[in-house]
């Protein structure tokens, strides 16, 4: 064998050495796509819009993601990934895998926060949490006149329209985006229980069943009663009684409210006073929740048409049939919170130094 024939074969086996190293290099790297990412805790990570998948991998890489970035961005181009990820936050928790992120990132498998709207609440209310929130961006003014408007429906009182429940929503979220998903939310749930409600139901269509609804919601806290207070408020209805629903009267004293109810209110008529008209009032008092929508749509059947609240500490009431059995319960309930008065006071002086 001459020695130009020695010096090929010598190059042929170094470069078979060559390519056999990197072939071993390559298939190590490749292998870190499957090997759990070494975090620590959870962290999240925010692609923003339009970034590069070199700049997304460098960032990784720098927060102690990924060992091997440039392998990481190179089998996401190889693959035609890399111009389908899309952007948001990601929380990156131990044990992910490089290629699960990179999935995850291409179905857009964005991190979710929640906001709960409260059974119950006014819309000023539910405005208010909303500004509060740091992950949902603001847009709307404290009190907006035409917020209906902004969510398709002009003219319709924005009392009410919510659904209460616990919305998951990805970063970005306006408040405008929320407010459009509850009050979808609520739409279906109104039309839902209006087509199964009971047959003989003293109301006209599903927005005298909110206005209902809202009254329920805001008389009582016990589950298990609310479907007996809307039978009661709903027999009222069915005989031509007049409401006599304090949470409405309320609701129009609004600021003029000073946490008690006094004769003089009861004496002032108003759209929302019960006392002094007939019927429903004109809009909803508060955002109802799908348990009160449920309990006005299918009532407990009841001859009750007065209650108060009972001796107990639970939130429950005592229901009465006749105006006889209502004052006798009122008159047990106010000896009751004398008593307690009393030993509260006792208590009080005999603790004083």
């Given at each position: 064998m001459?020695?130009?024939?020695?010096?090929?074969?010598?190059?042929?086996?170094?470069?078979?050495?060559?390519?056999?190293?990197?072939?071993?290099?390559?298939?190590?790297?490749?292998?870190?796509?499957?090997?759990?990412?070494?975090?620590?805790?959870?962290?999240?990570?925010?692609?923003?819009?339009?970034?590069?998948?070199?700049?997304?991998?460098?960032?990784?890489?720098?927060?102690?993601?990924?060992?091997?970035?440039?392998?990481?961005?190179?089998?996401?181009?190889?693959?035609?990934?890399?111009?389908?990820?899309?952007?948001?936050?990601?929380?990156?928790?131990?044990?992910?895998?490089?290629?699960?992120?990179l999935d995850k990132m291409v179905r857009g498998d964005v991190l979710l926060h929640g906001f709960t709207i409260v059974d119950g609440w006014r819309v000023e209310d539910l405005l208010a949490a909303l500004r509060k929130d740091p992950q949902i961006v603001p847009t709307l003014p404290s009190a907006p006149a035409d917020l209906m408007q902004k969510l398709g429906r002009p003219g319709l009182a924005a009392e009410g329209q919510f659904l209460p429940e616990t919305y998951k929503f990805p970063s970005g979220t306006t408040d405008l985006d929320l407010l459009r998903q509850a009050h979808q939310a609520l739409q279906r749930t109104l039309e839902a229980d209006w087509a199964a409600r009971a047959p003989d139901l003293p109301l006209h269509d599903p927005y005298e069943l909110l206005i209902v609804a809202s009254i329920v919601e805001k008389e009582s806290s016990v589950p298990g009663e609310l479907g007996l207070i809307a039978g009661l408020y709903l027999h009222r209805l069915a005989i031509g009684m007049r409401l006599q629903a304090d949470p409405t009267l309320i609701y129009g004293l609004g600021e003029r409210y000073d946490g008690s109810l006094h004769a003089a209110d009861l004496r002032s008529d108003g759209p929302y006073n019960t006392y002094t008209r007939a019927g429903l009032p004109p809009t909803p008092i508060a955002l109802p929740s799908a348990a009160a929508l449920r309990a006005v749509a299918q009532p407990q059947r009841t001859d009750a048409l007065y209650f108060v609240a009972s001796d107990k500490s639970d939130g429950s009431h005592i229901f009465s049939a006749t105006l006889e059995a209502q004052n006798a319960a009122v008159a047990r309930y106010v000896a009751h919170q004398r008593s307690v008065e009393r030993a509260r006071a006792r208590a009080t002086s005999g603790s004083a130094p």
């Open positions: 001459n020695r130009l024939t020695r010096r090929r074969l010598l190059s042929a086996v170094l470069c078979l050495l060559v390519l056999a190293a990197a072939a071993g290099v390559a298939r190590r790297d490749l292998s870190s796509l499957d090997a759990a990412i070494g975090l620590p805790a959870p962290l999240v990570y925010r692609v923003a819009a339009g970034a590069s998948l070199g700049r997304v991998a460098a960032d990784l890489f720098a927060l102690g993601v990924l060992p091997h970035p440039r392998i990481w961005a190179w089998y996401g181009r190889w693959n035609g990934l890399a111009a389908r990820v899309k952007a948001g936050e990601y929380q990156i928790v131990p044990g992910l895998t490089p290629r699960g992120l």
